[in-house]
């Protein structure tokens, strides 16, 4: 009898012990995932832009795609978090967000050509077109009056990069990846995050 109830109280914190130790090898694992997610971005973030050349000469900007969990991202990157509110769109409910910063030099020289308004009024127009900028303007007297416009195409593509251990060849994962280009040949991409936000 007394061999039974030493048993059944053996085996039941046998049970107990088991289930704890399978518990906290979860919480573990969760964690160790977390730390090495958070340790992966928080790199990518000081990683600089890397620059490429497309077949036909055009300028690619290629960096690694964060992913973070939405109160991570409100950490780690508030404008972004704030933007994703001011789209008035709840942070758990985000899927992706995705910035990406350029700048545009374009030198042009135009001919100015004299003209009259009004009969009486002098002045010099000039116009300039390169199928992304739009100058118009007209100088009279000491005043410069302009008109500026300018269009362009962002085109961005998320893939499956390189493996993040190429040594374990089909057992690594692949690391995400973007590339993002504008079609005008003057504009250079100086910044460009894309974060996956995961529940």
Avoid: C
Wanted: aromatic share 8%; net charge positive.
């Amino acid at each position: 009898m007394i061999q039974n109830r030493i048993i059944a109280i053996l085996a039941s914190g046998l049970a107990i012990s088991l289930v704890l130790t399978v518990s906290l090898w979860q919480l573990w694992s969760s964690k160790k995932k977390d730390y090495k997610r958070l340790y992966v971005a928080s790199e990518s973030l000081h990683k600089s832009i890397t620059t490429l050349q497309a077949e036909n000469g055009q300028l690619i900007a290629q960096n690694q795609v964060l992913t973070l969990k939405s109160d991570e991202l409100s950490a780690a990157l508030p404008g972004i978090a704030k933007e994703i509110r001011n789209l008035d769109i709840h942070m758990d409910r985000a899927q992706s967000a995705s910035a990406t910063g350029f700048v545009v030099q374009t030198p042009a020289t135009v001919k100015l050509q004299d003209s009259i308004v009004f009969d009486t009024v002098k002045i010099r127009l000039f116009d300039f077109h390169d199928g992304f900028f739009s100058v118009k303007g007209m100088a009279i007297g000491d005043q410069q009056q302009l008109d500026l416009s300018y269009q362009d195409t962002l085109v961005q593509v998320v893939y499956r990069g390189e493996r993040e251990r190429p040594w374990l060849w089909i057992f690594s994962p692949r690391k995400l990846m973007q590339r993002v280009s504008l079609k005008n040949p003057n504009a250079q991409i100086h910044y460009s995050e894309y974060i996956k936000i995961e529940e």
